[in-house]
């Protein structure tokens, strides 16, 4: 089992930053990926960027790079997200989620609100 525990989210106006974590607990992260998702009101839940805990390689929804930093700390057992330039669209509820190699994302947090005002 792993547990996995969001915080940081908040109220910015469009344009600001805000950097959301992520806590894992109860198993050793070195074969998993870990991600973010979020999900908007009335929308479905969607990939926003993913990291490799092995090796830290990257990959990110289109709307998000350049805007949007995903990072861990092994040390911590916490992943990241960096959010820059933040706009009235990336309001939602964000959710980490873990995925052991090869498999489905089957360990997800219990999401933490974030809010972009124009």
């Known amino acids: 089992q792993v547990q996995l525990v969001e915080s940081g989210g908040g109220l910015v106006q469009a344009g600001g930053s805000l950097r959301l974590s992520c806590s894992a607990s109860?198993?050793?992260?070195?074969?998993?990926?870990m991600a973010w998702f979020r999900q908007a009101p009335g929308k479905e839940r969607e990939f926003v960027a993913r990291i490799s805990w092995s090796d830290g390689s990257t990959y990110y929804k289109d709307s998000v790079k350049g805007r949007f930093t995903i990072s861990r700390d092994n040390a911590k057992n916490t992943m990241y997200l960096q959010m820059n330039s933040l706009k009235p669209e990336d309001t939602a509820v964000y959710f980490c989620?873990?995925?052991?190699?090869?498999?489905?994302?089957?360990?997800w947090g219990q999401g933490t609100q974030v809010t972009v005002s124009s």
């Open positions: 109860g198993r050793t992260l070195s074969t998993y990926f």
């Open positions: 989620a873990a995925a052991k190699v090869g498999n489905s994302y089957k360990y």
